[in-house]
């Protein structure tokens, strides 16, 4: 895999996307996160777990037990990740409104990744707002990925125009 000539240079704290493994890497943070759907807040922790793959930014995982009772409800379909294993789909409720199909969980992740049990990522761009520190995310762009942009990253990014074979 080559890296685009456009990388974006990485300043003082910040890190490139460029730097992360492939395979991809499991790293937990205590970052405070929150979810907002609905205007309502449906998920608070400070126990999320991020996966970092090249080009990408890092897809946040929170634990199932942070979310508000019935936030989570069961969701037709699946995929599936050479990485981390079968994914389910969840549908996201809070205030009156459902995010249908944003979330997935891996119930049975596969060998190394078995942090990512019992927890749940989600496409921020359905919710209201995905909070990291207090500040608002930016979702990966494209549509199919679910990294979350925090203001310490650097790209590009995987999922812009032109970037299919990353």
């Known amino acids: 895999m080559s890296t685009p000539r456009l990388r974006e240079p990485a300043g003082p704290g910040q890190e490139s996307v460029w730097d992360y493994p492939r395979p991809p890497l499991v790293r937990p943070t205590s970052r405070p996160v929150e979810v907002v759907l609905g205007g ?3 998920c608070r922790t400070t126990s ?3 996966v970092l793959e090249t080009s990408h930014p890092p ?3 929170l634990p199932r037990a942070d979310f508000v009772p019935g936030a989570l409800e069961p969701a037709s379909g699946g995929s ?3 990485w981390k294993g079968a994914a389910r789909y969840l549908d996201v409720r809070g205030g009156g409104r459902t995010a249908a199909k944003a979330a997935w969980y891996y119930p049975e992740p596969t060998p190394g990744f078995d942090q ?3 927890h749940v990522a989600l496409y921020a761009g359905p919710m209201d707002a995905c909070l990291v520190e207090g500040v608002p995310v930016v979702p ?3 549509g199919f990925y679910g990294g979350w942009i925090t203001p310490e990253l650097t790209g590009p990014f995987k999922g812009i125009p032109g970037s299919l074979g990353w």
């Open 48 to 50: 999320a777990v991020q």
């Open 59 to 61: 897809t946040w995982y």
């Open 140 to 142: 990966q762009p494209g």
């Open 80 to 82: 599936f990740c050479e």
């Open 116 to 118: 990512l049990r019992d």
């Open 40 to 42: 309502e807040v449906v």
